[in-house]
């Protein structure tokens, strides 16, 4: 089989974990040249494929493509989802909706020992809010220490498991924190977080998705989140419940069913850019930017206040009893394809 997983350019360590997790827990399964794609950690459930003869499907997760393009996907086989809400999405049973697949990173030999604590909380923003300067600024302002989720996979994950608290608006800081057990506290700076996504991985560890809400930290970044129900993505919702979060899914696959879409996406942004930049305060260019501080002191409150509040963490019980039914669907899928688990 083929790992297939995103790339970003930039780097996502959520993302990039697959280049080695699958191989350290299977190391003979994986082949370049093969046209068996096995998709793994990541909402990629939908995404156009390359040329392929087969698909396994291996906890990954529904939330921004149309389902319509499953289509497309030849042979398909669903070892498993990452939630109960892609197994909905998907119309399969309950049971195959078990868990984000980062929960096996405990069974693998790659991790090694766990860190000495350090004492501090650390921020990890979702890698397109790295970004966001005002943001940034915020956290410097708060004491709290940025942790680039666009950083070496593994050297993200040691600090997420040496820190005494994790503020994610990163899913995968959240994933990874609460199954090496750091206690975690969600986040979301913009309505681009996709609270379909964050339900369908709380809902198998029995958490809630409840999280602080960071404002923007510029007038014309305020504006734009605003906006981006107008180009379909908006993914948070009207609010952070389960049934908010469903629509915002529903709406964001409505959005790319429709014909051109993908082709017009691109055009949308660049007109919601120019109308957040008309919508800047008037006059001199000092009053623009005393107000884009106010919201970046604001920012940096609302992550001091944060740092105070209540943590989650699942039950150590349930997370291991998830891992090794994980551990077991994946030993079936490598000896169905001629392999066998490390």
């Not at 623009?288 to 919201?295: F, G, I, K, S």
Request: charged share 25%.
């Amino acid at each position: 089989m083929k790992l297939h997983y995103y790339r970003s350019a930039e780097g996502n360590f959520g993302d990039d974990l697959n280049a080695w997790l699958w191989t350290d827990l299977a190391a003979d399964l994986w082949r370049d040249d093969s046209a068996h794609l096995f998709l793994g950690i990541g909402t990629i459930i939908g995404n156009p494929l390359p040329h392929h003869d087969r698909v396994t499907i291996f906890s990954s997760g529904v939330g921004y493509s149309n389902l319509d393009n499953l289509r497309g996907y030849q042979a398909l086989e669903i070892a498993s989802v990452r939630g109960p809400l892609s197994a909905a999405a998907l119309g399969l049973p309950a049971e195959k909706g078990l868990a984000d697949g980062a929960l096996l990173l405990p069974f693998t030999n790659s991790v090694g020992e766990a860190p000495a604590k350090t004492g501090r909380a650390i921020f990890i923003p979702h890698h397109e809010s790295m970004h966001d300067r005002g943001l940034i600024e915020a956290a410097r302002l708060a004491g709290v220490a940025v942790v680039d989720p666009r950083g070496e996979c593994r050297a993200v994950i040691d600090a997420i498991r040496s820190a005494d608290r994790v503020i994610a608006e990163s899913m995968h800081a959240a994933i990874i924190a609460d199954t090496f057990g750091t206690p975690w506290v969600p986040v979301a700076s913009t309505r681009g977080v996709s609270s379909f996504k964050w339900w369908d991985w709380l809902l198998t560890v029995g958490l809630p998705f409840e999280p602080r809400m960071i404002r923007s930290t510029s007038a014309d970044d305020w504006l734009a989140d605003r906006l981006r129900g107008l180009h379909g993505e908006n993914y948070f919702g009207a609010d952070s419940s389960l049934e908010a979060a469903q629509a915002a899914y529903r709406n964001a696959v409505r959005f790319r069913a429709r014909q051109g879409w993908e082709a017009r996406r691109d055009w949308r942004k660049r007109q919601i850019a120019r109308v957040t930049r008309l919508g800047k305060l008037p006059g001199p260019r000092s009053l623009a930017e005393r107000v884009d501080r106010q919201l970046v002191e604001g920012a940096a409150r609302d992550l001091a206040q944060v740092v105070e509040a209540p943590t989650y963490l699942s039950e150590p019980a349930r997370r291991q009893q998830l891992g090794e039914q994980l551990l077991e669907r994946l030993s079936r899928v490598a000896r169905a394809n001629g392999g066998r688990l490390q």
